[in-house]
């Protein structure tokens, strides 16, 4: 194995051969233009041959060069010891060097591949057959053989890459840097690892292939970020290019840069308000670290905004607001009566962002629709030594499957309040209890070890709400109650009862279930089991 290269690769290196084979010709002829004015001879193949000779460029075919014509539809064009040779010979190896004179293989010192449009493909639902059809073979194989020989050989995968790479050139005569070909290098295999993670990921869907024996995930760059959840922790925020709409694909309109906290606040926001269908009327989620403050409906967007906010305005305050409407001026000035840290929303009105315009650090995001909480997805966490990868929790109720096992039905409105607390229960970290009344939570207890500690913590921050806006009686009076697991003991429920809950909503499932069904039967509540859990981790 020859390793003297490697040891060696501070010299500068000078492009005299480039073979262009892409599938985004976005750019392509003004940079083949560009390396044709410095006397860079091109080679290239099929489509984009055909591109840079439309433009009056002198190019050689790949054909050319192999002694053998493309075939099979295109699928053998590159795979030859012409191109591989001119890619992997070490420049200053002397049995290399006798190698390609013997068999007439010329150097190639650029690469430039973008590979077929795999992930595009499976993205609008084509079938099996012509997903298949756009795994590129020829493109990886080339990347990778002029990535490994980066001392001596260019490569570039992305068009973005085709400015410096002519700027590069212009600063050292026609030459480039060995830094500049490492991180070319660097770019190149991320590339491959990333399509190849794509292929992987959408054959074990195909195939429903629920735990695949290896799993791979990949991400492309969108932001590197000041710092992680604390300063001293460094990250950056990738997009998986599934274009789901939320964070990595609104369109910020103000405000700062968003931070690592920022982004995963306003997920968990944007998520939550998208279980409120809009078109039976406008909700608005209000979150604080992942957690929601405040969730409600109301007959007005601003309306709805208010009635989160007053279910825990000191938590509101930095907060993050999630819209499940377009946003409207009156909503924006009410919003506005706060710090808040990010506000998104599908849509934003004119009057809307000027409203927003003079709050400069306050943060606007729109996205063109809201994402879809039935879709399947993959959720994965990293723990030392692997990761857990799930499905992304989008279960759903069936009305037909809830079951009401007290003696008392619960009322219409009832229903209609534990309907909407089950759903705010999904999207609070476990153990989780929220208070609903209205249409609107009244008090949220997350995150805490013990279920009954959770439940005293919701009515205890309602309590301080009903004071701090003066009223005579807790939110909770009169409210309902959902529990996002079942209650272990009773109680969790009889705490619940004494903070003024008539009724409760959980998935039922514990040893006690008697004794807790027992417990409400005994205070007149009604409950309902779900028989589906949401723990939230």
């Known amino acids: 194995m020859h390793t003297a290269s490697a040891a060696a690769p501070v010299k500068l290196v000078p492009v005299g051969r480039a073979l262009l084979s892409v599938s985004d010709k976005a750019g392509l002829v003004d940079f083949a233009r560009a390396l044709a004015a410095m006397g860079v001879e091109l080679i290239s193949t099929g489509g984009t041959s055909a591109a840079l000779r439309q433009a009056g460029l002198k190019v050689r075919d790949v054909s050319e060069v192999t002694g053998f014509p493309e075939m099979m539809d295109g699928r053998v064009k590159t795979l030859h010891p012409m191109v591989h040779g001119g890619l992997l010979a070490l420049r200053d190896d002397d049995e290399h060097l006798v190698a390609m004179a013997a068999h007439g293989i010329e150097p190639i010192d650029l690469l430039v591949v973008n590979l077929y449009p795999f992930e595009q493909t499976v993205a609008r639902g084509a079938s099996y057959a012509e997903c298949i059809e756009n795994i590129d073979i020829g493109g990886p194989a080339m990347i ?3 990535a490994k020989n980066h001392v001596f050989v260019n490569v570039v995968t992305d068009p973005q890459d085709y400015g410096a790479l002519l700027t590069e050139l212009k600063v050292h005569d026609g030459a480039t840097s060995y830094a500049f ?5 660097l770019t190149a295999y991320s590339r491959t690892a990333a399509y190849d993670a794509a292929v992987s990921a959408w054959m074990a869907g195909a195939l429903k292939e629920e735990a695949p024996r290896r799993r791979a995930f990949s991400g492309q760059i969108a932001q590197t970020l000041r710092y992680g959840e604390n300063p001293h922790q460094k990250a950056a925020f990738y997009t998986d290019g599934t274009m789901r709409p939320g964070v990595a694909t609104a369109h910020q309109w103000q405000g700062k840069e968003l931070s690592y906290n920022n982004i995963n606040d306003t997920d968990a926001a944007f998520e939550l308000v998208a279980e409120f269908d809009p078109v039976q009327g406008p909700a608005c989620a209000i979150i604080k670290h992942a957690n929601p403050c405040g969730v409600a409906r109301g007959t007005t967007m601003a309306e709805a905004y208010t009635r ?24 924006a000035r009410e919003i506005t009566g706060i710090f808040t840290e990010v506000v998104i929303a599908p849509g934003a009105s004119p009057e809307a962002r000027a409203v927003f315009a003079a709050k400069k650090s306050l943060r606007l995001l729109t996205t ?16 030392a030594g692997g990761f857990l990868v799930q499905d992304r929790d989008n279960g759903r109720m069936d009305m037909a499957g809830l079951k009401v096992v007290t003696r008392r039905q619960p009322t219409e409105a009832e229903w209609r309040d534990l309907l909407f607390a089950w759903t705010v229960a999904k999207h609070v970290k ?9 249409g609107a939570t009244v008090g949220v207890g ?25 009223l005579s009686v807790s939110p909770t009076q009169g409210a309902v109650a959902a529990s996002d697991a079942f209650f272990p003991f009773a109680d969790g429920l009889i705490t619940a009862a004494e903070a003024g809950a008539t009724a409760l909503i959980q998935p039922g499932g514990s040893m006690r279930d008697d004794e807790v069904i027992a417990a409400a039967d005994a205070r007149g509540l009604a409950m309902v089991f779900t028989g589906m859990r949401h723990f939230r981790h």
Do not use: H
């Open 446 to 470: 997350a995150g805490q070890m013990s279920r009954v500690d959770s439940t005293r913590i919701a009515a205890r921050k309602a309590q301080d709400m009903a004071d701090a806006l003066g």
């Open 181 to 185: 070909r490492q991180r070319l290098a």
């Open 308 to 331: 989160a906010f007053d279910c825990d305005r000191t938590s509101a305050f930095g907060g993050i607001i999630a819209l499940n409407q377009p946003l409207d001026a009156e909503t």
């Open 368 to 383: 063109d629709r809201l994402p879809d909480p039935k879709a399947k997805g993959l959720a994965w966490k990293q723990v």
């Open 430 to 438: 476990s153990n989780a209890i929220i208070y609903v009344r209205d």
């Open 144 to 146: 990778r053989a002029a």
